[in-house]
């Protein structure tokens, strides 16, 4: 069964951090001291070469303002960076190299000859990586990063560990991507370098959208959020807005997706990111969508295309622009009555064009570059809330998260508690309707639970004869052989996942929910009033998801 998750593949920004100065003098004697001078003006021409060597893609995915490419997007710019490495960076290193052997069997220190095969390592790694040889690149980076590692130097290590975190990313660990990641974030909070923690937090953001875990990715795009406006990278700021619509669609709080969209939308206007435009007002569409404003979602729509017409082949690779126009279109048509639509589209492309992307079969979900830029059919329904949550402080309550989800997926719905005022809870009973095509898979304990004596047991009944559906029991009870037991916790308690059949239709689906619960007094007392609201699942058919911008890789 395939999972409703965001696609893997993603490309770099690149940032340029030089190496630490390697000027050492030697305190020992006899040692040539031109020879040592040499050397030092050979390595202080190491990091201009190398920032040299990846301006191509430096331009295309800068983190500067109203950046565009010098070429067209024909041209690959991680493999023209391969190619000015291998021209310039590398035989400087090489011929530099030699120098330092020199100067170490003239008894000079090795602290050089270790600082080159750094370099040598690190460009290695960038190569591979821009190859797409992740695999290969792995080993490269892991030698390159004990080598900084060693050589105390945290602002060249932290870009390694990042690296590995993409390399790992990519080749689907997302354990040790998010491992890794995590070490990047943390050393750049112990730096207290708010660009790079803005970067890394950004990139752990993508990690856990892709491992489906939307709370945590929500967190890390909102303090990326936080950590752009502080260093003011306005550029970032806005790519991490645009992207907090996704794991807040996924969580089925579609206002929070609108808000962060559309300071992300606003962000790029005012930057003059045209990439960044075209992709917020593709998401835009699809909230319009939801909502049933077909006005919207045509002028988005065509936002996007007329961006794509004046702009595409600046701030796209050729295989992106292709797929974002060919999705608008395909979006466009849709929402528009047939003899409207080709006459709308002919302002912006081509009828050929049209034509041939409607004879197209339904693509990848991914492109092969830095953006994914997904698919989307605009077979979407309005999406909501089924009734407002009581902040009364004398009701206990239950939530059960909603989600955006497609048919032929599967979904992890987060479980909350919230008791009243003085209620020590010792057991709580949860019901949920099932309704047909949505089926159970497994519930979980959150951390709260796992350090507690909580007994958690569940029970699948098949509705009436006459019925569709099922109903899942989920009882947790607080463990009474103990002397003090610990009443249950406020806030996250389980995991529940469940999947959804090809016969879960696109629209929305409400799963009806009830609980009792009783307190720890003996005998035990049933809590009132508790409430537990039901869950509204809205379901897009599965051509559709929102596009989002990039992964960031560092070097």
Same mark, same amino acid.
């Given at each position: ?29 006899? =040692? ?36 565009? *490419? ?15 490495? !291998? ?9 530099? *190299? ?5 100067y170490f069997k003239s008894g000079g220190e090795e602290t050089y000859r270790i600082r080159l095969s750094? *370099?040598?390592?690190? =460009? ?15 080993? $490269? ?10 050589? +105390? ?13 993409? !390399? ?8 040790? $991507? ?27 953001? *993508? ?10 990715? !929500? ?18 700021q806005a790519s991490a807005s645009i992207n907090l619509t996704i794991p807040y669609l996924y969580l ?25 435009? !075209? ?66 589209? /002919? ?12 004879? +197209? ?12 830029? $997904? ?8 999406? #909501? ?10 009701? /206990? ?12 997926? /599967? ?14 809870? #010792? ?79 696109? #629209?929305?689906?409400?799963l009806k929910n009830r609980a009792r619960a009783q307190d720890l007094s003996a005998p035990a007392q ?30």
């Amino acid at each position: 069964m395939k999972r409703a998750r965001p696609p893997l593949l993603f490309r770099l920004l690149l940032l340029l951090f030089p190496l630490a100065n390697c000027s050492l003098m030697s305190a020992q004697h006899g =040692i040539d001291v031109s020879l040592e001078n040499d050397l030092n003006r050979q390595i202080d021409k190491i990091a201009p070469a190398f920032d040299r060597a990846l301006r191509p893609a430096y331009l295309a995915y800068a983190l500067s303002e109203g950046s565009s *490419w010098s070429t067209p997007s024909s041209e690959n710019p991680f493999l023209q960076v391969n190619r000015m490495l !291998a021209k310039d960076v590398v035989p400087l290193v090489e011929s530099t *190299w030699d120098l330092a052997d020199r100067y170490f069997k003239s008894g000079g220190e090795e602290t050089y000859r270790i600082r080159l095969s750094g *370099w040598r390592l690190r =460009i290695q790694g960038l190569q591979l990586l821009n190859l797409e040889e992740y695999r290969r690149a792995v080993p $490269a980076l892991k030698r390159a990063l004990a080598i900084y590692r060693a050589a +105390d130097d945290q602002e060249v290590a932290i870009l390694l560990s990042n690296n590995l975190a993409y !390399a790992y990313f990519q080749l689907g660990n997302l354990e040790q $991507a998010l491992k890794q990641g995590q070490t990047a974030f943390r050393g750049a909070r112990l730096l207290a370098n708010d660009f790079k923690s803005a970067l890394f937090a950004y990139n752990l953001g *993508w990690i856990y959208l892709n491992s489906q875990q939307f709370e945590q990715a !929500a967190d890390y795009l909102n303090r990326a959020v936080d950590f752009s406006r502080q260093s003011r990278n306005r550029i970032l700021q806005a790519s991490a807005s645009i992207n907090l619509t996704i794991p807040y669609l996924y969580l089925g709080q579609i206002q929070q997706a609108h808000t962060h969209l559309r300071e992300g939308s606003q962000m790029a206007s005012q930057i003059g990111s045209f990439r960044l435009r !075209a992709i917020a007002s593709y998401n835009l569409a699809i909230l319009a969508a939801m909502e049933g404003d077909a006005f919207t979602v045509r002028r988005q729509l065509r936002t996007v295309l007329l961006l794509l017409r004046g702009y595409g082949d600046r701030v796209f690779l050729h295989s992106e622009r292709s797929l974002l126009e060919k999705q608008a279109i395909k979006f466009l048509i849709r929402s528009q009555p047939g003899y409207r639509a080709n006459s709308i589209l /002919s302002q912006y492309v081509s009828i050929e064009s049209v034509e041939q992307h409607q004879k +197209d079969d339904p693509i990848a979900l991914h492109s092969h570059a830095a953006h994914m830029l $997904a698919r989307f059919g605009s077979a979407v329904l309005q999406a #909501g809330t089924t009734t407002g949550l009581t902040d009364d402080a004398s009701t /206990s309550r239950v939530t059960l998260g909603s989600v955006l989800t497609f048919p032929d997926s /599967s979904s992890t719905l987060p479980v909350h508690f919230t008791p009243s005022t003085g209620v020590r809870v #010792g057991s709580l009973e949860l019901e949920i309707d099932l309704p047909h095509g949505v089926s159970f898979i497994s519930v979980e304990k959150a951390p709260p639970l796992e350090e507690l004596g909580v007994e958690l047991s569940t029970e699948i009944r098949k509705n009436k004869v006459d019925a569709e559906g099922s109903s899942l029991q989920i009882r947790l009870v607080v463990e009474e052989n103990r002397a003090d037991p610990e009443p249950l916790p406020e806030g996250l308690l389980l995991y529940l996942t469940v999947a959804f059949t090809e016969a879960v239709h696109p #629209g929305s689906l409400i799963l009806k929910n009830r609980a009792r619960a009783q307190d720890l007094s003996a005998p035990a007392q049933p809590i009132q009033p508790l409430i537990f609201e039901d869950t509204r699942i809205t379901v897009l058919d599965n051509e559709s998801a929102p596009a989002m911008v990039c992964f960031y890789y560092l070097h």
